[in-house]
């Protein structure tokens, strides 16, 4: 744990205000801040002043031992190539997570023991078989897998509301078989670009 102090300013008063925060943060010492990332209050605090709810964000390293991930959590733009020299451990799958609402669905993927790389490459061929059928979802996330059931679950938001749709995991295992071996050398984006350019430089090839 490696305290700061993080000055806010309410967007909607000005007030100024500051709220103690952690650069890295363990699992296994801190499980109420793993807690809190979940719930998407970590990086947010309220206004002594109007009560509204303020937002931000700085790098964080989250280390999660049980599971053998670790998540650079940091925006696009503060994203640097000496950053894999931040906790070195190969065993360790590395991930950036760049916005906050990503958090709990990334963790998710990863506990459920998936690579996160074959279920953004599931999304993008929701997404685009979705856009066929003239749908145009708004958010696809993530949601659980019944393995008995051979089914991964997705929550497809859309502007008319959501739905739960379910895709077979041969699609995943299909997609997993022409994956290259995953980098824990250094931390990586797994998001919709991702997907994209995976799938046109897989397509190039063949």
Known sequence: MKSIYVALTCRNCGYQTHKQSETLILSDFEPYLKKQLIDETYFSAICPCCKNKIDFLHPCLFVEKKYRYILFIKA????????????????????????????????KILEDGYDDRAIAIMKLKLLLHLRKQEKHPVCITYFDSEKEQSSIWFKVKTEEGEEMMAVHMQIYDNILNILPKDDHEHYQNIDLEWAIQFQKKNLKQK
Do not use: G, S
């Not at 065993?91 to 709990?104: G, L």
């Open 76 to 107: 696009k733009h503060d994203q640097k190539a000496t950053d894999h020299l931040l906790y070195q451990e190969k065993a360790y799958c590395k991930r950036y997570v760049d916005n906050t609402t990503k958090i709990k669905e990334t963790m």
